[in-house]
């Protein structure tokens, strides 16, 4: 595996860079409190039924395109910058286009996560007609297994496919006692393609689990920060990295979870919550600024043993700014 990427992969790993800064809210928000990222779970059907995943249930409904219209609505005023759409899978909605293109005429970044197996060549460049900047798509495993499908073997395709596109492409591995052998390996394979990768511990309702203390994942964790050094592209801040390589070796990382202002999550009934796994009766009609600042710095309850990498990522810099300049600013500085 060489450490020299093409031009192309040079400059999509600089943008990937500038795209964490940006959700982290370093730029756009570090002076006031209002949003940054939003997701809104726009179906809770799915093409799959992963053993570890919590996040969508067949007999569910997609939400009313009309109602996702009003969803964005409402995220330009409060003056989010992002909007994800997620499920279940996002490509089963029959008006997951006319999101985007609604998201995009309010000059919102868009972005989904999807599990790939529906992203044909004609649905790609749909996407990119219709304002598509970010898609994460989710590899577990180089060979499926009985707990996930989501295998790079079924899903080669899609990747060299929409890699070739203006898009901001990485990969989210959620790692499991059934594919951290794997994980190595199918990170180096995305390396050898210049395409980033994530890994996220498996969570059961956004809390790790026991098996998240292990050698092995303290090694892997290790392993990627190196690469991430050498220049390899590890979509994932070095803070996120340190937490999860600490919480793998058993200690506890002190941070406030900015769930609720810089980030938040409106699920199919149409309740605003602080993220996923935190049930709520308000509904997002009627949140306003007010609510969205009472989130501002306040604990949680839950950030100490929290599995959730997108508010972690969206609240360090708000609670940790000083341990987030040491562990990614300075670093990347001095190697430039």
């Known amino acids: 595996m060489s450490s020299l990427f093409t031009s192309k992969s040079k400059v999509t790993q600089a943008y990937i860079w500038g795209h964490e800064l940006f959700k982290a809210g370093i730029v756009q928000r570090v002076f006031d409190s209002r949003p940054i990222w939003a997701q809104l779970k726009i179906t809770e059907k799915c093409n799959l039924n992963c053993g570890y995943c919590c996040e969508h249930n067949n007999s569910g409904r997609h939400v009313p395109v009309e109602t996702v219209f009003k969803w964005i609505e409402k995220c330009s005023e409060l003056g989010v910058k992002h909007v994800e759409f997620i499920g ?17 005429s309010h000059g919102m970044n ?6 790939g197996f529906l992203m044909t060549d004609e649905c790609i460049e749909k996407l990119m007609e219709n304002g598509i900047r970010r898609i994460q798509l989710s590899i577990d495993c180089i060979e499926p297994n009985p707990v996930t499908k989501k295998a790079f073997k079924l899903l080669e395709h899609q990747l060299e496919q929409v890699s070739k596109k203006d898009i ?40 790790l689990s026991a098996e998240m203390q292990s050698e092995a994942l303290s090694s892997f964790f290790s392993w ?24 793998a070796n058993g200690k506890s990382t002190e941070w406030t979870c900015e769930g609720g202002c810089k980030a938040f999550y409106i699920d199919t009934d149409g309740f605003f919550r602080i993220c996923s796994h935190k049930p709520s009766d308000l509904k997002f009609e009627d949140v306003n600024l007010s609510i969205i600042r009472e989130n501002h710095g306040r604990k949680k309850g839950c950030e100490g043993n929290c599995g959730v990498s997108c508010m972690i990522v969206n609240s360090f810099p708000f609670c940790r700014l000083g341990h987030v300049v040491k562990a990614d600013l300075m670093p990347r500085r001095r190697q430039n």
């Open 88 to 104: 279940g899978e996002p490509l089963m909605h029959p008006d997951l286009f006319e999101m985007l293109k609604s998201a995009k």
């Open 110 to 115: 868009t972005g989904f996560t999807t599990n």
């Open 168 to 207: 901001l492409l990485h990969v989210n591995s959620v790692i499991t006692k059934d594919t951290i052998q794997q994980s190595i390996e199918l990170a180096c394979i995305l390396f050898d393609r210049g395409v980033p990768v994530a890994f996220s511990p498996a969570h059961e309702k956004g809390q």
């Open 224 to 247: 990627l920060t190196i690469m991430k050094k050498k220049g390899f592209p590890v979509n994932m801040p070095q803070f996120l990295i340190d937490y999860y390589r600490n919480k």
